[in-house]
């Protein structure tokens, strides 16, 4: 589940800079996809109609980029702390923040996936003193940033806490089973993740198709949301959490027969080893042994 930098193409329209001495690249597919997003719901809403209310969706939008990157940031923070070379790569809708390698201590990369959402939201609790501070003004465009930059980041930084994959929660438990099981920790992440999102994927259409009129009344009062989108992603990302979970499932596989492999091998040469040390003890004895009769003679 762990990316490398040249697995994200890079486009010949990237951006890239640095920021805090940390190296930054920003997709184009990331600017495509989330303001194709964004001008869709607004489209669909009939919002272009009213100019201030497409003006707000904008900053809902502007809101989720800065959400996004502070996100990774946090990441990219404390990877630099703990010394291991991150870069920040923003693409598709989200980013990922990639170290050239990741911590052997599983609590080091406890706080690295932690750090996300930690710097998120206490960079949206600032923002919302300083709200609080110069008063709130929605006619203002950059207030406007401010405020969906608040609301996006409280949403976005709890369910990243969410602990299945590929959510930072998910990297988290996955950390945490190390400590019992570092061969498997990833494995039963992965099951464990592909339940959830099967079963959310089942709940997704039985709302979505009407199937069963009881079970939607009880969760639409839920928080959760049911729909499209959700039934989508869901589904997607069963999918995906089963395709690692057999990837992940034959590697492991794989590294247990070199295992048995190589305790072969071992075995054999130990055998080999003791043979020739009581070839060369038996030796010695019968060496000695003539040793003895001659001084008797």
């Not at 070199?258 to 043979?275: K, P, T, V």
């Not at 030796?283 to 042994?289: K, R």
């Amino acid at each position: 589940m762990y990316l490398i930098a040249n697995e994200i193409p890079r486009s010949r329209f990237s951006i890239c800079f640095h920021f805090l001495k940390l190296p930054v690249r920003i997709e184009p597919s990331f600017l495509y996809y989330t303001s194709l997003v964004g001008l869709l719901i607004l489209f669909q809403a009939g919002l272009f109609k009213n100019q201030k209310v497409f003006l707000f969706g904008l900053s809902f939008l502007i809101g989720y980029w800065i959400t996004i990157f502070v996100h990774e940031l946090g990441h990219a923070l404390l990877m630099k702390w703990f010394k291991c070379n991150p870069i920040i790569i923003l693409h598709t809708f989200s980013g990922n923040t990639i170290p050239d390698e990741l911590p052997g201590q599983p609590w080091k990369v406890c706080l690295i996936y932690l750090g996300g959402s930690l710097i998120g939201f206490s960079f949206a609790l600032i923002i919302e003193s300083l709200l609080r501070t110069i008063g709130i003004n929605q006619s203002l465009f950059i207030i406007q940033i401010m405020i969906s930059t608040v609301l996006i980041s409280f949403v976005w930084n709890t369910i990243s806490l969410l602990p299945i994959l590929p959510f930072d929660g998910g990297h988290i438990l996955n950390a945490f089973l190390m400590y019992f099981s570092r061969k498997k920790s990833l494995l039963y992440t992965l099951a464990f993740s592909f339940v959830v999102w099967l079963t959310y994927s089942i709940l997704s259409i039985i709302c979505l198709f009407h199937l069963n009129p009881d079970l939607e009344e009880l969760l639409q009062r839920t928080i959760i949301p049911f729909g499209w989108w959700s039934t989508f992603l869901s589904i997607y990302f069963s999918l995906e959490q089963f395709r690692f979970l057999r990837e992940t499932r034959s590697r492991i596989k794989e590294i247990e027969k070199y295992e048995r492999i190589l305790a072969f091998h071992q075995s054999m040469l130990e055998e080999e080893r003791d043979e020739d040390l009581n070839a060369e003890t038996t030796g010695a004895e019968s060496f000695s042994n003539r040793e003895h009769q001659k001084e008797d003679h």
